[in-house]
């Protein structure tokens, strides 16, 4: 099968187009034919040995990553952590999935979805894929959804609270917004100018131009202000704060969000009520991702960028 490879750490060259051997799924587990995956920043990052948590932290964690992820370039070679797929056949224990079936699925840091194909665990991060979306719609959800879903959940996110979304454009950031109004809260979105209105059609009550206004400086205190692109200085951001609101940063507490394929059906659900949707920037065939990861390294991505996988078409 064809696989994006990635050898060592560096530019988005790096990444190699290769055959490989196919997988074949163990007893517990279900083969998928990848026909959509995405270029997630956390690809990006790993790719370019980047943690992008600012110069002193990233001293810090780098030898960490180094001892977690690999010394001099990624163990697990084929990068990617989100899909949407069919799947192809099942292991002999496997009983919650069919031959057949299309499903979408978060691999996190396993990896593995700039592939063709891809064994996975049937009690791993996946479920049926939504019925009224496409495998390019669907594949950004189970990362980026999921993460803006439990983010809120953790600061009790409910009706009539005052939410901030720092970077609302971006692929956790437009899942946020669009989850914190499903929730019931006056929702204000931070984003640049050409983005304010993108921000708006998914249902933030306000949008804030960054590059014209700070918030942190205006009359307005928030229950929760989630930084979604882990950009903000949190101490500047206490002001902003009423009593007993609460700051989340998507970088520093995404190792303890554990992904939960209930939680993916609950997005399911949502999906085909008409309550959630993916917002894509830009397609790419998987012979492109090196231009793909450069795009994304530029770092002003609009929601989420597709990789659509060679060979696959949506049915």
Known sequence: MKAIICEKYGLPDVLQLKEV?????????????IIATTVH????????????????QDLFVKPMMRIMIGFRGPR??????????????????????????????STEMKF???????CLPEDGVLALKPSNITHEEAAPVPNGGLTALLFLR??????????????????????????????GANVTGVCSTSNMDMVKS????????YTQEDFTIIDE???????AVGKLIPSLCKKSLKKNGVYLNV?????????????????????????????????YPLEQIVEAHRYVDKGHKKGNVVITVVGNKEP
């Open 41 to 56: 920043v956390g690809d990006t990052k790993i790719r370019g040995f980047k943690p992008g948590m600012g110069f002193i």
């Open 76 to 105: 697990r070679k084929i990068l990617g952590m989100e899909l949407s797929g069919e799947i192809q056949s099942i292991g002999k224990d496997v009983t919650l999935f069919n031959k057949g079936e299309h499903i979408f699925a």
């Open 21 to 33: 051997v196919k997988p074949t799924p163990k007893d517990n587990e279900v083969l998928v034919k």
């Open 221 to 227: 205190t928030y229950d929760l202000i989630f930084d």
């Open 202 to 209: 998914l249902g933030a009550d306000k949008v804030i131009d």
């Open 251 to 283: 970088l520093s507490l995404s190792s303890s969000i554990k992904l939960k394929s209930k939680d993916l059906k609950f997005l399911k659900k949502l999906i085909e009520a008409g309550e959630l949707k993916s917002v894509i920037d830009r397609r």
């Open 154 to 183: 953790k600061a009790k996110s409910r009706n009539g609270q005052n939410v901030l979304i720092y970077g609302a454009s971006g692929s956790v950031g437009t899942f946020a917004v669009q989850l914190a109004k499903y929730f």
């Open 112 to 118: 593995g979805t700039y592939a063709e194909y891809i």
